[in-house]
């Protein structure tokens, strides 16, 4: 079934153009109808990143959940992964994060949990769909029966105190000194924090959000501000999370990135060590490195694939009972503690590797080599290009000259109309003429 309103990560647009005060209202209706389950007393949190449009939605999903008789309470800005922890922890029927993730600030979306924390299945996100498309005028609450919205305090401190928990009881981060880039958003003021009360000397940037500067020239997307501070304050290492922290890339104390699949291979190896895999494996998609496939079999240890995505990485551990999951963009997802990718505790548990080790997190974080990688985008117009029949050749005759010596992944992506073609393998020649030729077939049929 083809999706109207939702992407592979909640519905994203232009704020005030795709994103508008009147479909929020209308997905705060339907969604609330949704998930209005039992006789009790409906409630939903919402929390949002730093934009100034956050302002705008946040009101409109307000009064679309009160409208069908749900309570809203309000968390303010707080990281994704806090919003589905505190779905749960306040046993709410529905979480709410307002964000466009590591868009710019004039995008924004909304992003909806289940009462388990969970995003949300197809199925459900095809039933809201429907209802949005519908009248709902008469499925909305009687005068009596509206719902009430309120400001909920303290829940920066409960976030701080579970992301600690994720490390054992007399766990210090004493001696290391850690500069953290929380991108402007939502973690601006919980991370700092947290690193700070964990014993970390910690030096914070991106943390002076003003609606319009979130993920701009800072945090996991664009970390070279935090690779210059590391190297200035000589600092052991950097954290750079994106405008709504469920990401994370590290940035090692000479200032190099330490990406998403290096963070995999270290939390999976310790795990493994442990005692603590749930199965010996770690789902990622078929955007991770093939050096990092390599890396995992020689430790006895399976890459399951899925399409991009953290819900489909999610999906999967749930399936087949993995624990450990996630991207190379840095979306982390440790089942054991969250229901969702959470850079902070993402981070913390690197954290505990290069304590426990006491060696520089260069070499902590480096665990293989990767494989040279081409990654290029195709942007179209309309139709499905990945259908053509010329396209379908090019990609099959790429896919035999790399002859089982690397990978192709070519697919549309799930937020904007463009193409993405990605090679690798051991010929980083190869890889980039193969990736052209594609690109080439695939620009003359967008055209």
């Known amino acids: 079934m083809v999706r109207k309103f939702f992407g592979t990560d ?18 705060g209706q339907a969604a609330g109808l949704t ?22 939605i946040e009101t409109a999903l307000i009064a679309g959940f ?44 909304i992003k909806l949990f289940g ?89 914070a940037i991106g943390v002076e959000p003003d609606g319009f500067n979130i993920n701009k020239e800072c945090g996991s997307t664009d970390p070279a501000a935090l690779c210059r501070k590391v190297r200035e304050m000589r600092a052991d290492l950097g954290i750079a999370l994106d405008g709504d922290a469920d990401r ?14 290096q963070l995999l291979a270290v939390i999976a190896e310790s795990w493994k060590e442990d005692g603590r895999l749930a199965k010996p494996g770690v789902v ?16 006895g240890l399976e890459l399951v694939r899925t399409p991009v995505g953290d819900r489909y990485v999610l999906e999967r551990m749930r399936e087949q009972g993995y624990n450990v999951g996630g991207e190379p963009s840095g979306h982390i997802v440790l089942s054991d503690y969250a229901t969702t990718g959470d850079g902070l505790v993402a981070a913390l548990q690197i954290l505990a590797v290069v304590n426990k080790l006491d060696r520089p997190v260069s070499e902590v974080c480096h665990r293989f080599d990767p494989l040279a990688q081409v990654l290029k985008n195709v942007r179209y117009k309309k139709g499905k290009p990945l259908e053509d029949a010329k396209v379908r050749s090019a990609i099959s005759d790429a896919e035999v000259r790399l002859n089982g010596q690397g990978r192709l992944v070519v697919r549309p992506s799930g937020t904007e109309p463009v193409i ?11 890889v980039e003429e193969v990736v052209d030729g594609v690109v080439e077939v695939l620009t003359q049929t967008a055209a």
Request: a negative charge.
């Open 10 to 27: 909640g519905i994203r647009g232009r704020a005030n153009s795709t994103i508008t005060p009147e479909l929020a209202l209308k997905v």
């Open 35 to 56: 998930f209005q389950r039992g006789e009790h007393r409906h409630r939903v949190v919402i929390g949002k990143d730093t934009r100034l449009s956050g302002y705008m």
């Open 66 to 109: 009160t409208s069908v008789g749900m309570d809203v309470l309000q968390l303010g800005p707080m990281p994704t992964p806090a919003v589905a922890m505190l779905t749960r922890s306040m046993r709410a029927d529905l979480g709410v994060m307002i964000s466009a993730s590591h868009n710019p600030y004039d995008d924004n979306g």
């Open 115 to 203: 009462p388990d924390g969970y995003k949300l299945s197809d199925d459900v996100e095809h039933a809201i769909e429907r209802l949005i498309d519908a009248d709902m005028a008469r499925k909305l609450a009687k005068s009596p029966d509206l719902g009430r919205a309120k400001r909920i305090d303290g829940v920066h401190d409960r976030y701080i105190e579970f992301a600690k928990r994720t490390l054992p009881r007399n766990q210090s981060l004493d001696g290391l000194r850690v500069v953290v880039d929380c991108a402007n958003g939502a973690a601006y003021k919980v991370a700092p924090d947290a690193l700070w009360e964990l014993g970390a000397e910690v030096i």
């Open 248 to 261: 994370v890339v590290l940035v090692d104390e000479r200032g190099h990135v330490v990406d998403g699949d």
């Open 284 to 299: 990622a998609t078929v955007m991770s490195n093939l050096g990092l496939e390599r890396h995992l079999r020689t430790i």
């Open 420 to 430: 993405r073609v990605m090679g690798e393998g051991d010929d980083p020649i190869l």
